[in-house]
């Protein structure tokens, strides 16, 4: 049996997770039906993975393309790095930077279409220029306009856990109980975005791996995973290249693909159905892989 990067055998990856398909506008992600992968694109000059590299529209749209045929179920387009100490940017900038690969690949690609905003202002332009979801790093926290304005697109919408801002959240966070601190934070910011007409099926839930977490935070928050299910959502989790692989490692940012690999195998093991990632091809790999020893485990 073949099939490509993107599509691999429905008996080998089906993990039978039993939720429904995450509503995305025109193209739902079957969730349930193997680990899918959101391919990252800053269009940034200072993201701490890859800023600048993809600033110019053409390069990203190129880029975007080469993650698809990687294998890549959904594209993550992100105008304002959120690394750790990061300084906000206007609405104006953000658009600036966002808007012409969006209205290339929301006519090109045959899969959802993500921006990574926390303004509601650029969730609306996007999509009003047909982008499919809402990865809001702040999980509603920044813009109180954010849930309806999702809720009236009819789009998807990722909720993440921060504490504090980009700019101040790697300061010193502290919790007496990261897991169960974390969970209660996304349940009341799920009933907030149903209570404002999002969609129940169209919402996914994101730990917030880095996000004003410490390492021993982060590493938690993976191994325990599997205690969020409770939330009944699609589980997104983006740990690719983050500064507590480079602790742990003693590693720069460029030499980080194990120690990613390492995470995302965990992620999905213990139950994430989304891994959003840079370095695509490997690790949708990786995810197959899981994908199939999860499967072998269930029988």
């Known amino acids: 049996m073949s099939s490509s990067p993107g599509h691999p055998p429905e008996a080998v990856t089906a993990s039978g997770t039993g939720l429904p398909p995450l509503r995305c506008r025109r193209f739902p992600l079957d969730v349930a039906a193997r680990t899918q992968i959101m391919g990252v694109l800053n269009v940034t000059p200072d993201s701490f993975s890859d800023g600048g590299r993809y600033l110019d529209p053409g390069r990203a749209v190129e880029h975007a393309h080469r993650m698809v045929e990687e294998g890549a179920d959904l594209i993550d387009v992100g105008g304002e790095s959120t690394r ?39 969730a609306a332009a996007v999509l009003a220029e047909g982008c ?100 009944g959502k699609p589980m997104l989790v983006g740990p690719s290249r983050k500064s507590f692989i480079g602790t742990v490692l003693g590693l720069p940012v460029e030499d980080r693909v194990e120690g990613t690999a390492a995470a995302v195998a965990v992620a999905i093991w213990q139950g994430a159905q989304i891994v959003r990632v840079h370095d695509v091809r490997v690790m949708v790999r990786v995810a197959r892989m899981t994908d199939a020893m999860r499967r072998a485990s269930a029988v």
Do not use: C, W
């Open 84 to 122: 750790p100490g990061a300084q906000p940017i206007s609405v104006e900038e953000e658009l600036r930077r966002v808007l012409p690969p969006v209205r290339r690949l929301a006519g090109e690609l045959r899969v959802p279409l993500s921006v990574d905003t926390y303004k509601a202002e650029v």
């Open 132 to 231: 499919d979801l809402i990865n809001d790093i702040s999980g509603l926290g920044f813009d109180s306009r954010m849930a309806s304005v999702v809720a009236e697109a009819g789009a998807g919408l990722v909720l993440t856990h921060i504490r504090g801002t980009p700019r101040t959240m790697h300061e010193d966070p502290r919790y007496t109980d990261v897991i169960g601190e974390v969970r209660e934070v996304l349940r009341e910011r799920i009933r907030l975005a149903e209570a404002h007409g999002v969609h129940p099926e169209a919402i996914a839930v994101d730990p917030g791996i880095g996000f004003g977490k410490r390492v021993e935070h982060n590493l938690l928050l993976l191994e325990r995973l599997s205690e969020l299910k409770i939330l």
